[in-house]
């Protein structure tokens, strides 16, 4: 697997607070990613970064907020969870260096995330 | 946008038949195809990938055909396994500066012995 890890591996929040997401890779890729994971939904993309400071959204934006401040950090807040956002939550890494113009992605392990 | 439609959801077949699944894309200008397998509670795992200037790629009992004029590609599995029992996904993206992946819903494949 790539030198991707996530934390917390699971988390049980209450809503309305706050919860923040950690991505870390060791591969120096320049891209990443926050995906959600929900049964009948396949992976959503909630947003994206393509470096350091350069983040953008995805399809499923709303109620996230990212930050990178740093290559190999990626990290991802729920300014006030939500029971809709009860969910597994994949980091992914890509770097169209190593794979020519065609996006290569590999995932995280994953974070599962409950809110009650 | 980019959407991806993947057909069936469920599909189960017994140990040594073949396995087909398929994808649809709305974005011509796509050009890059990715299949991932998930086993249960893992994560994505990339097995293989198809680019727009070819129309076939095999990696051993697994392929992949693209078919661009229709706009769908498809992943075949022969000779099943138990150990082929997962959740696959088919992707698209564009390349050049989008950097993103667009993934159909999933196929639950299960193969008995």
């Known amino acids: 697997d790539a030198g991707i890890t996530q934390s917390p591996r699971h988390k049980v929040t209450e809503t309305g607070t706050p919860v923040t997401l950690r991505c870390h890779q060791t591969e120096n890729h320049r891209y990443m990613y926050w995906y959600r994971q929900d ?6 993309l909630i947003h994206y970064s393509y470096g ?3 983040t953008d959204k995805g399809e499923v934006s709303d109620g996230y907020s990212v930050s990178r401040s740093k290559t190999e950090d990626f990290l991802l807040t729920l300014e006030s969870a939500t029971s809709s956002q009860t969910s597994v939550y994949f980091c992914a890494i890509s770097d169209l260096r190593t ?6 992605q590999f995932f995280g392990p994953g974070t599962r995330l409950t809110v009650l | 946008g980019e959407n991806v439609e993947q057909h069936p959801s469920t ?3 017994q140990e040594g038949d073949s396995a ?4 649809t894309y709305s974005d011509s200008a796509s050009n890059y195809f990715p299949w991932y397998k998930q086993e249960l509670g893992k994560r994505p795992q990339l097995i293989i990938d198809i680019r727009s200037n070819v129309g076939e790629k095999k990696d051993q009992r697994i392929a992949v055909t693209l078919n661009k004029t229709a706009k769908h590609f498809s992943l075949h599995i022969t000779e099943t396994q138990p150990e082929d029992s997962a959740v696959y996904f088919c992707a698209a993206s ?3 500066s989008n950097y993103k992946l667009t993934f159909g819903k999933g196929t639950l494949l299960t193969v008995n012995p």
């Open chain 1, 52 to 54: 350091v400071k350069d």
């Open chain 2, 11 to 13: 599909l189960s077949v």
């Open chain 2, 20 to 23: 087909v699944i398929k994808c």
């Open chain 2, 94 to 96: 564009k390349g050049g």
């Open chain 1, 39 to 44: 049964p009948g939904h396949g992976l959503r």
């Open chain 1, 99 to 104: 794979s020519g113009a065609y996006n290569e």
